[in-house]
Nanobody, 117 residues
Framework: QVQLVESGGGLVQPGGSLRLSCAAS????????MGWYRQAPGKQRERVAV???????NYADSVKGRFTISRDNAKNTASLEMNSLKPEDTAVYYC???????????WGQGTQVTVSS
């Protein structure tokens, strides 16, 4: 079955950086769109970034210029490089995948990112 396992979350100071990774299995990784979503307490879930099978990317306005999504089809992994982190980036981040641009058919268990001094 589809499995998505996130890693790399943690506590970081404002202005700092983190790299999230997602190890995928159970599906043909190279043909699926990969995504990262996040949800903060009391807020709506937000699609952070997606990357298609061809490498086309799309970002939420709130993270453009700060976050970079990437994928390695040889290793079945996706990553989210997060720079210039702000307290408002604090959330549980989920790795997702799907065959549509929303990439929300399957979800990982999530990893906590906390930006605080």
């Amino acid at each position: 079955q589809v499995q998505l396992v996130e890693s790399g979350g943690g506590l970081v100071q404002p202005g700092g950086s983190l790299r999230l990774s997602c190890a995928a299995s159970g599906f043909i990784f190279s043909i699926y769109t990969m995504g990262w979503y996040r949800q903060a307490p009391g807020k709506q879930r937000e699609r952070v970034a997606v990357i298609t099978s061809h490498g086309t990317t799309n970002y939420a306005d709130s993270v453009k210029g700060r976050f970079t999504i990437s994928r390695d089809n040889a290793k079945n992994t996706a990553s989210l490089e997060m720079n210039s982190l702000k307290p408002e980036d604090t959330a549980v981040y989920y790795c997702t995948t799907g065959l549509t641009r929303e990439a929300d058919d399957y979800w990982g268990q999530g990893t906590q990112v906390t930006v605080s001094s």
